[in-house]
């Protein structure tokens, strides 16, 4: 908790937890994800500890040429960014990208 919330405050530039969670809410994909034409990969890890059903919420809110992967514990992927199974999340993306660009060339 600490780190993620130390880590949020960063990114976001803001000085304290309070300011952190008050503007948590300008993050959202609400009326801009059907805006998104080109084609995106949604990557969903298990047990993220982070966002935890974020990134399948954004993926049912796209309307483009879409693809979602969700990284089990199985894999040693479940932590957030797949952790712990690089390999595996690498092939998985760079597979997408090679069908993604297969399409437009």
Known sequence: ???????????????SPFELIQGSNKYSVKGIAQKIKCPTLVL???????????????YD????????????TE???????QGGAPAISNQRIFDWLDEAFAKIS
Not at 75 to 81: Q, S, V
């Open 1 to 15: 908790m600490r780190f993620n919330l130390k880590h949020g405050m960063l990114t976001t530039g803001t000085d």
């Open 44 to 58: 969903e890890a298990e047990k993220d500890d982070s966002f935890p059903g974020q990134p399948k919420k954004v």
């Open 61 to 72: 809110a796209l309307t483009c040429p879409k693809k979602y992967i969700l990284f089990t």
């Open 75 to 81: 894999e040693g992927a479940k932590e957030h960014c």
